[in-house]
């Protein structure tokens, strides 16, 4: 896999391009994870690149890390929950999806097929998820986390990520039928 060719890169040869593009493998992806937390870009952004400067300036032990992807999760969502335990009561929100982390549907073939009024429809529908469910729907669905992956980030047992994921899609079919 090439995410363990970067990090002995890294590890072993202080390699700076391999460390930028493990960088820019996961950036994205970390920083839509912070929106499910945050509402502050500015503030998930500078979480994202402090979890990579730990990541660099520790890079000597980085062979210690099975899952690097589960470990930047999990480094991200300690890091969010703590920027959030730090703000004043007053900032403090309920755990949720902000219209920042939005649904992104994917250009293949087959995407290109499905109608303006479709995509609309999915969004919407996803947007309506319960805030938690909606999370674990994207994690899985776009960020393409197993469910034992999201489990292990969020802190939950498999059968709840499961069933969250049943409801999602539950939900999502009762919605576009409609």
Request: aromatic share 10%; net charge positive.
């Amino acid at each position: 896999m090439i995410t363990h060719e970067l990090i002995h890169r890294i590890q072993f040869n202080d390699d700076e391009s391999a460390f930028n593009e493990l960088y820019k493998h996961y950036v994205v992806k970390l920083y839509q994870f912070t929106y499910s937390f945050l509402d502050d870009r500015e503030a998930g952004e500078e979480i994202v690149n402090d979890v990579f400067l730990k990541i660099w300036v520790g890079r000597k032990k980085l062979d210690s890390v099975r899952n690097l992807q589960v470990y930047l999760y999990v480094a991200v969502k300690n890091a969010c929950l703590n920027h959030l335990r730090s703000i004043s009561s007053k900032k403090i929100r309920e755990l949720k999806v902000t219209e920042a982390y939005y649904f992104h549907l994917s250009v293949d073939p087959a995407q290109l097929l499905i109608s303006k009024e479709l995509q609309s429809e999915v969004l919407k529908a996803v947007n309506e998820l319960p805030p938690r469910c909606r999370l674990i729907f994207k994690m899985v669905k776009e960020d393409d986390l197993s469910c034992n992956e999201v489990a292990t980030i969020l802190g939950l047992s498999n059968k709840t990520v499961f069933a969250q994921l049943t409801i999602a899609l539950k939900k999502l079919d009762q919605a576009l039928r409609t």
